[in-house]
């Protein structure tokens, strides 16, 4: 058994490195996601068959039997309600053995269909996502101050053309280095916190749109910033997500060399520009 008291940082980096590249070449990896289509009337969806339309609660498809559209196990043939992800039991859409799809909601009750591939040109292509070596100095130990219960900002999104959408943001994450005082935002992401920061790398040696990190406060008021744990957004993978843009404060003027860099081509070069 090994005693995981002597794992180094660097062999548990790798493992968590190991593991993401994994992930994102899943069947609903964010390698796997095609399309993200909004649906304000009745249209047809790329890529996929039958005709979608707005309804109470998610989207309506209608379509024949030989479209092969299975929604919640049933094959369609006429018209079916499929739940979205905002219902406490959302439905599950099959197109192939390969293709299916779910349902979003958006901030203004509108719906889309996303679609994912798992024989995805991206997953054909992908080759690893780039990453720094181990960073010691940028594993930072900051004090995490509660705000008052509700307390919100507003995110802009790169697709929002300049339009925020609310986040909670449970506390203030602040922290001293090289002389340089931070005040960081992060926002709550299920059980977790999300900071979504920008650093001098970006457009340089890494994604140009910024990276995220995912925190959890510790019960002494303390909170890990270990920046070698920095992943890149969704829509690094695929330009069919929405990702939230860094905020001024959470923009830094220093190299964060930490953390993931770029994905790459199975020849090397960047599966995406920005």
């Not at 920046?227 to 990702?243: G, R, T």
């Not at 843009?245 to 070069?269: C, H, W, Y």
Request: one cysteine or more; glycine letters at 8%; a negative charge.
């Amino acid at each position: 058994m090994t005693d995981t008291a002597t794992i180094t940082p660097e062999a548990r980096l790798a493992t968590f490195h190991s593991r993401r590249e994994e992930s994102v070449v899943q069947p609903k990896g964010s390698l796997a996601l095609v399309n993200t289509q909004w649906i304000d009337s009745e249209q047809t969806i790329w890529g996929v068959p039958g005709s979608w339309a707005p309804a109470e609660g998610g989207l309506t498809v209608t379509a024949a039997a030989s479209d092969n559209i299975v929604v919640d196990g049933v094959l369609v043939d006429g018209s079916a309600l499929v739940r979205g992800k905002d219902d406490p039991n959302p439905s599950e859409i099959s197109f192939s053995d390969t293709v299916s799809g779910f349902v979003i909601a958006g901030d203004e009750g509108n719906y889309a269909l996303r679609v994912w591939d798992a024989k995805s040109e991206g997953i054909q292509e992908f080759g690893s996502i780039d990453a720094y070596p181990y960073n010691p100095d940028w594993v930072i130990t900051a004090t995490f101050t509660e705000n008052p219960a509700g307390t919100t900002m507003g995110f802009e999104h790169l697709k929002d053309n300049g339009k925020t959408k609310e986040q909670v943001i449970p506390g203030e994450i602040t922290f001293t280095k090289d002389g340089a005082d931070y005040n960081l935002v992060a926002f709550k992401s299920g059980r977790a916190l999300q900071l979504v920061y920008a650093d001098a790398t970006n457009g340089v040696d890494t994604y140009s749109v910024g990276r995220f990190l995912f925190l959890a406060p510790n019960p002494d008021g303390t909170i890990t910033l270990d920046f070698n744990l920095a992943v890149l957004p969704p829509c690094a993978f695929s330009y069919n997500f929405n990702c939230p843009m860094p905020p001024k404060q959470n923009r830094f003027t220093v190299a964060i060399e930490a953390g993931e860099k770029n994905v790459l081509k199975k020849d090397g070069s960047l599966l995406h520009e920005v």
